[in-house]
DNA sequence: TTGTATGCGTTATCAA
DNA sequence: TTGATAACGCATACAA
């Protein structure tokens, strides 16, 4: 006569499964997987055997019960259609593939409050590691994280104070270097436009401003900003409020790159020739940049490299090797092209 | 006289504690926190008093252990910077936020193999929920899913036996309706650009292929495609070679926005009049299409909603609410814009 | 090198 | 309505 089973009797291979027909114990088993070494080099065949032919696959939920650890590695990122976050988050699963590393995303979507709460969730995972955007968490964010028992990366950008690992770059520097090229390119009315106002976007203004006054162009009346996502629509959008409050502007700095293109697009409908009548600059340097007509002049920044490295220095911290430097600035570079180039 | 806490003494508030500091049992506060219907108001109040004053939270390892299940939704795409997936990926969090749910996101990469590998690895942890992307899993991967004891949502396109449920759009009618229109508009040399021939790109082809052939415009020489995967820089190259191969081309169906962008880009900088001389279409409708210069006629689809509804069903169906019909179809629509203006 | 006893934090089951 | 007990699957500590 048989009872029924429940889905756990036939769905679940459990390690003492593997340890019966391999004729050991769950401990040896156990040991055959994690540490090999540890194990003779008979048994250790023959309990891969076994758990090939039975497809055994450790439950992670057990195990971090009774480590009191998970692989999982929580990254919490503003947006996931950003094409910067993107750029980052791909260079993070590209390092995580293949390795014992499970990522856990979460998109904070802007808000601090939201980044709060996933803060909290993931730290009750007991996760090994997460990697965070930027300097300005909430108070409790902070708090949370400063006491967390777990290895901690902020990407994004630079500053003093990290939680623990840092990776990034300076944005008011970017941008400031942005704003001298636009001057000595010749432009003497620069202005500025951006969307989504979050810290990093008021640190590029911030680089603006500081270049900009320093060379006596500046002139908060160029300056166009919206809490709006940014879109290459409202590129097109602030642009154009941008000429309407200041006709006489002669280049535009764009917060990013999709504003720049739609700086570009507005501005060639409106019949102004880039660069001659006005240049535009944007941040970020997306591949478009470089093809567009005429190709528009960025500020490049590692977003790719960012996202590896910040996974392979918080693995590497992990598995015991401490970086050289906690605090790494991968800088950015300023690339110079046709939609600036106002002397030839 | 102290002896040494370990981190699990000090750091981890557990249901014991909530139980003791409340004078109850930890299967009072368990029912309390879960069944709050299931515990007296008064006991209820304590309870959630000191779970507050505690700070605790519930260790998911734990009750993943003790249920067999998780509040986890595993999302597989193959890729996070194609625009197409990110915002499908923030319709996804749109709908998790705030729930119980917690999304892990997998990338494949566009790979069958790295599929199988992340279903495997997904399923181990006892997911609630899959939701993966298209219809060509590999025999394995399907094996796995068939017999998995969770729900499963197949995105971005519809077809005949699905997993369980699906939502999505027939890419080759998408396509076929774009050819269609771009036949209408008056072109009749069509050709066909297309990068990374994914399953879906290439049911776009075939649609294409389809639809031209039925209006007798269709010719092999136009077609151009590449492995590689798009980029705006890849549409220039890709619409230049068809423009070498077949000169005469009169319009470019493009597999997606970034490469129909990059077309327009080209076919611009070779003095080729859009869309007088050569018309252009993209597929996805991107936001930037409608504000280029001419705009860029696109198929639009509807990826956010897609995004959305799926987890929508996904977790209706886990709370035992099952969806009037298993498949959605979305549907798509072509958006004719002045890049393929021919007449007019 | 291998095995035994025990505990991780939670919940299902059954009893009170 | 509440509580005691056992079990989930694995790994630590120690013993053999």
Redesign the interface.
Known sequence: MFNLLS??DN??VTIADVAREAGVSAMTVSRALRDPDKVSEKTRAKIRAVVDRLGY??????S??AT?K?NVIGVIVPS??N?VF??V??GI?EVA?GSIW????G?S?YSPL?EENLV??F????PAGLILSGLDQSNETSRLLR?A?CRIVQIMECGPDPYDLMIGFSHVEGSAAATRHLVSAGYRKPGYIAARLDPRSQRRLAGFRKAAEKAGVFEPGRIVTTPRPS???LG?ELVADLLSKAPDTDAVLCNND?LA??AL??C??RGLRVPEDIGICGFNDL??M????PPISSVRTFRLDMGREALRMLTEALAGVEPDRPIVDLGYEVMPRRSTARNG
């Open positions: 889905w756990k769905l679940r696959v450790p439950d992670p939920a057990a971090a019960l009191g998970t996931v259609t094409n993107s750029d988050m791909r699963y593939e499970q990522i856990q995303l998109n979507r939201e909290r969730t730290l009750s995972q007991r006491s028992d879109t290459v629509t097109c999709d293109l739609g697009f507005e060639q409908r591949e478009m470089a093809v567009a007509n």
